[in-house]
């Protein structure tokens, strides 16, 4: 099985095959790839006549990966990325950088600042593709070869390289007319009685709030009648006085600079977090990456400042 000859049309074989993989789609891998399904489809039957072996099975309706192609993609899939990052970096240094932008981020943070970010960096290089993924869930960026992901959450990934946007401060807070109705929590353990809105996803089954008590952690767990894995549509919920919630401060900082929510149990604030921008650690790392990751790590500290500037606060070292 000789690279020499052909070699360049052997790695074309792979990327066509990965991008088969990722999409589940002949017409989709094609899309991305700037190619027809047809040439994709060549390009596939090329690398099976090449390996040997099958890597699809086919039907008239979908397809699905042999176990020769399972092993083959978990195989090749670093070694190509390596491959694109080693060819981005060259042309970089003497041309446009080019190919495509795989970025993931939370809902409301990928709504208000990463989508302005994205398309900025793609006005400044146009012939990058910027696929962008929002969503509450966190996603495994190797397993879905993510370049670069913007989280909210305590880390202790060694594997990621991390990039600190802001330590983060959330509060506990509910609408005026929510207390008025159902009373004002003053310890934790009120908690127990209100009807809190909860962010909870299928793969989590027991929902706890981690206050602090004098520097201790103090897990409370909490009940409520509404949930939802969207953390923006708890926000409209305690705006329209449903119930209590947790959010982190520059998140509700225009309702809380008008009054439509106030905040709770100040004596006993959840656990901050950590706003950070994060990449997979690998031996080359693509310039576009490290832009990328600039840019937004600059543009998320200035968002923020400005939110909490709403209430009178500064963003945290």
């Not at 009120?190 to 809105?197: V, W, Y």
Request: overall charge neutral; charged content about 25%; aromatic content about 6%.
């Amino acid at each position: 099985m000789a690279w020499a000859e052909g070699s360049r049309d052997v790695l074309e074989n792979m990327k066509a095959f990965v991008a088969s993989v990722e999409s589940e789609s002949f017409s989709e891998a094609g899309r991305r790839l700037h190619l027809s399904a047809n040439v994709v489809s060549h390009r596939i039957q090329m690398l099976e006549k090449h390996l040997g072996c099958r890597l699809f099975n086919r039907t008239t309706r979908r397809m699905s990966l042999t176990e020769q192609g399972r092993v083959y993609y978990e195989a090749i899939t670093e070694a190509l990325r390596l491959i694109e990052a080693a060819e981005s970096n060259v042309s970089e240094l003497g041309a446009l950088p080019r190919g495509a932008l795989r970025v993931t981020a939370p809902l409301h943070l990928g709504r208000r600042l990463v989508a302005q970010v994205a398309a900025r960096y793609q006005e400044i290089h146009p012939e990058i593709d910027v696929r962008l993924r929002l969503s509450e869930h966190t996603l495994d960026l190797i397993a879905e070869s993510i370049d670069v992901a913007l989280r909210l959450a305590t880390f202790e990934d060694s594997s990621m390289i991390m990039r600190k946007v802001s330590q983060v401060e959330r509060i506990v807070c509910a609408a005026p007319s929510y207390l008025d109705r159902a009373g004002v929590p003053n310890r934790p353990q009120d908690l127990l009685t209100h009807q809190c809105l909860l962010l909870r996803f299928a793969s989590l089954r027991e929902l706890r709030w981690m206050l602090t008590d004098e520097g201790r952690d103090l897990a409370v767990p909490v009940t409520g009648h509404l949930e939802a894995d969207d953390g923006d549509v708890l926000t409209v919920w305690a705006v329209e006085g449903r119930g209590i919630v947790v959010k982190p401060r520059f998140e509700v900082a225009d309702a809380l600079a008008d009054g439509r929510l106030v905040p709770l149990l100040e004596k006993n604030p959840p656990k901050p977090a950590t706003l950070a921008v994060l990449y997979p650690a690998r031996q080359l790392v693509p310039l576009k990456v490290k832009a990328f990751a600039d840019m937004l790590v600059d543009e998320g500290r200035r968002y923020i400042a400005r939110e909490l500037a709403k209430i009178g606060e500064r963003l945290p070292a």
